[in-house]
């Protein structure tokens, strides 16, 4: 499936994706849930996010860190004081460092915590995604705030797309508990 272009694409693969990754997390055995992730040995895993996460706990902070940057800017936008999607002083250059920020807030979260945190606003972004039509979603100029993009394009990115990239670096990780 493509990335979703329309507001009942983009509600089917974030439910869908997230129903997929909870059955993926569902399944860790004990061994793949407190053996600590590492990616080091491989070549081809170089982006920062590969050494970055150790656990399952930090991809679900992760998420929910993302959900929250869409509901605050979307809420503050639409209450007239504009922001930026990537808060100051991060930018789309920078952001890593925001993640790793993330990370680091996170490191007393419990993984019970971070479940229901990501849950909690996995549905609320959902929830926000309703309160707009498809054409509001997904034609490009609606909102001065949003840019070059469509706003359904963000919801995409923390919902379906990001929840891929959790299950594929989770399977990795499965991967190298079975190596090992």
């Known amino acids: 499936m493509g990335r979703p272009t329309t507001k009942a694409g983009l509600m089917v693969a974030a439910t ?8 993926l997390i569902s399944g860790l ?4 849930l407190s053996t600590a992730f590492n990616f080091a040995y491989d070549e081809k895993k170089k982006e920062a996010h590969w050494k970055r996460d150790k656990n399952l706990r930090d991809i679900l902070i992760h998420l929910y860190e993302w959900h929250q ?4 800017w979307v809420q503050s936008n639409q209450n007239g004081e504009q922001q930026p999607f990537i808060p ?15 990370w680091k807030k ?15 606003t996995h549905n609320e972004v959902l929830c926000l995604a309703q309160t707009f039509s ?9 909102f001065q705030w949003v840019g070059a993009s469509p706003l359904g394009s ?5 919902t379906s797309s990001h929840y891929d990239w959790a299950m594929k670096k989770i399977k990795a990780h499965v991967k190298n508990c079975k190596e090992q």
């Open 16 to 23: 869908d994706n997230y129903k997929k990754l909870n059955t």
């Open 88 to 102: 100051q002083p991060y930018n789309w250059k920078t952001y890593g460092d925001m993640n790793v920020e993330f």
């Open 154 to 158: 963000y919801f995409v990115s923390v």
């Open 134 to 142: 498809n054409e509001v979603l997904f034609t490009k100029g609606v």
């Open 29 to 32: 055995t004990e061994k793949e």
């Open 69 to 72: 940057l869409l509901l605050n």
């Open 106 to 120: 996170h490191q007393n979260t419990s993984l019970e915590k971070a479940k229901e945190m990501v849950e909690r």
